[in-house]
């Protein structure tokens, strides 16, 4: 775990998680941090809380003296949200610190009694409430319901012009050092840039109309510093974050980049045939294409590509009367995340009967994602002359389509 200073008074803890699934489903090739804040006014408040402590108290004391705060002045925990990646020390510092007061959203306070055993001392906080810490120190709070939770909040703090913003603004990607952007080169933006996509898509896209309200409500306070749940801190550039987050929010139903994501599955190599032909296809073409074989890549790695493209190419062939079922079972996913309003291009083989096809009408309409469809070709077992010429007619198609947006 890493502890910086990141402004007079304030202190970033961060603790990075590897090797894990986020939320128990979503790869994190590059890992995730987790991060805490302190303020120190006359009184101290930890803003969420998790950080890879290890319960043990003398390990919290010490991190307490390295930032020069007495536990008799650490009087607030700042919950801005339950999930237990912002709330999981709660029960370990109750053991030692029992007068303790949470402060947090009348949403978190129920869920706070359905997540942690033991009694709590919480203060509900309303929108605009202010409380001040002393020695100049406050802290403003502002619900951003649905970003993630309900229950969710970000905290202003006015001297510094912090705004703590828990899962908005964040991006997957283990932070090294101090994890603060003005110490990051261009190339490591870069890769927090491509972490934050991933982070969105998988986290947050669902919720990108709360997400879209909570930017007004930020964008409306003197912020400074953006100090995100997870991911790095923006001190030097924190309108950058807020810009790309409307981004983000917006490749929900419009995407203004010519990307074009092709999703792929096979059983015996007869729609892979198919495949490289399209592969091959697109190099005449100045197009990006990213190619994902299903089920070999993750579900977060397909639904991040797909969420900043604007067309899709999928091949999967009919398996037993119905489609492919690890590439159904990524469908469901871009559409229970509302993946909207994306040009369309299927290819497929099937053996003694179709069924995909089918399948992937049921799944556009059950989510209305609005997906712009060409006329798919399918081919009974391999590829044969007629099928790639109609492919590459299709292919020349989607392409003069994707232009003309
Ligand atoms: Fe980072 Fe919604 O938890």
């Not at 991006?171 to 994890?179: A, H, I």
């Not at 015996?268 to 100045?286: C, H, L, P, W």
């Not at 398996?319 to 369309?344: C, I, S």
């Amino acid at each position: 775990m890493g502890i910086s200073k990141m402004t007079e008074g304030i202190y970033k803890l961060s603790t990075n998680m590897e090797s894990i699934l986020f939320e128990g489903v979503w790869e994190i090739p590059h890992g995730v941090s987790l991060n805490s804040y302190v303020v120190k006014g006359e009184k101290t408040a930890l803003i969420d809380g998790f950080c890879g402590w290890d319960g043990v108290p003398e390990t919290f004391f010490s991190m307490l003296d390295q930032m020069d705060v007495s536990l008799d002045s650490l009087d607030y925990i700042v919950i801005n949200h339950v999930e237990p990646d912002h709330s999981g020390w709660i029960e370990n510092i109750k053991t030692f610190k029992k007068d303790i007061t949470i402060l947090c959203t009348r949403a978190a306070e129920k869920m706070l009694g359905a997540f942690y055993e033991g009694d709590m001392t919480i203060q509900t906080v309303k929108d605009g409430d202010v409380f001040d810490l002393g020695q100049g120190k406050s802290l403003a709070f502002y619900c951003t319901p649905n970003v993630h939770w309900p229950d969710t909040m970000v905290t202003f703090e006015a001297q510094s012009g912090t705004l703590f913003t828990c899962d908005a603004f964040g991006s997957f990607g283990s932070v090294k050092g101090d994890g603060f952007d003005d110490d990051l080169t261009e190339e490591a933006i870069e890769f927090y840039e491509k972490e934050a996509v991933r982070y969105y898509s998988n986290i947050l896209a669902t919720f990108s109309n709360f997400v879209e309200r909570a930017i007004e409500k930020c964008e409306k306070l003197p912020y400074q510093i953006i100090a995100p749940g997870h991911g790095i801190a923006w001190r030097q550039n924190p309108d950058k974050i807020i810009n790309d987050y409307k981004r983000y929010a917006a490749y929900q139903t419009e995407v203004d980049k010519k990307k074009i994501t092709l999703l792929w599955g096979s059983m015996y190599g007869m729609t892979a045939r198919g495949v490289a032909f399209i592969e091959k296809e697109f190099e005449k073409y100045d197009v990006e294409l990213a190619s994902y074989e299903i089920p070999e890549t993750s579900w977060g790695t397909a639904l991040a590509s797909v969420w900043e493209s604007s067309a899709v190419i999928l091949a999967m062939p009919t398996y037993e009367y119905k489609m492919f079922p690890p590439m159904a079972a990524v469908l469901e996913e871009l559409g229970k995340k509302k993946v909207q309003n994306r040009l369309l291009f299927r290819i497929g083989s099937y053996g003694w009967s179709g069924g995909a096809e089918k399948e992937l009408r049921e799944i556009l309409d059950r989510y209305q994602m609005n997906w712009q469809k060409l006329d798919s070709v399918e081919f009974n077992g391999a590829p044969n002359q007629d099928a790639f010429d109609a492919i590459g007619k299709s292919i020349k198609v989607l392409i003069s389509q994707l232009e003309e947006q």
